[in-house]
């Protein structure tokens, strides 16, 4: 026996659940005082905390290079959280023998925003972050120089759906030379998501 079913008209509405945003990453100042070699790498944070792979290293500037003031403009999900990794090279640039970590000339150190403190991987007895400042432009705050601290900056990562319209400056130590200054100026830029979540730009 045959079955008649009447036509009903169905309206489906979808909201993108992990819309595109831009993320503009501008760097200057990068190697004001820097003797050693040092590069910035933006990366999506993993899900259980750990280092990211190379694979997922993006280079945003080195100071081995004469780009100052390069900016570069990445599309990221609006959910991702992305980090910064710098590159060390103790006395890269000028020579000299021990940095502030003990590290030897020469050799290779990772520092990474999103653990605590950033020197974490490099230098595994180190607990206090030396290392980085981030700080919002609508704060009025201002870089501490001279200063370690106990916990992250709460821009240590960047998160593009919850700091939409924000600028962050990153302030950079890389605990060059054997008694540091910790001025934070070895590597300095400014991170800002613009256009809006779900628009795709």
Known sequence: MKMWVNAVPVKVTA??????IS?????????????DADAIYYYTVPSDGSVPSSASLTLLYTNTSST??????????????IGFA?????????????NGYLGLQGTTHWFYSHLMPP?????SWISQNCNLQAIASDTGEAV???ACF?????YA?????????????????DMGGLVDDKDYNDAVFKVSCSGKPGSGQ
């Open 86 to 98: 710098l590159k060390n090279v103790t006395g890269g640039i000028t020579p000299y023998l021990l």
């Open 68 to 81: 100052s003031g390069k900016t570069v403009t990445a599309v990221v999900t609006a959910g991702q959280k």
């Open 150 to 154: 106990s916990t992250l900056p709460s």
């Open 119 to 123: 020197s974490k991987q490099s230098y």
């Open 144 to 146: 501490k120089n001279g």
């Open 15 to 20: 909201t993108a659940q992990n819309p595109t």
């Open 23 to 35: 993320i503009t990453f501008t760097l200057s100042s990068f190697a004001s005082n820097a003797a």
């Open 157 to 173: 990562t960047i998160n593009c759906s919850q700091s939409p319209g924000k600028t962050i400056t990153y302030y950079w130590n």
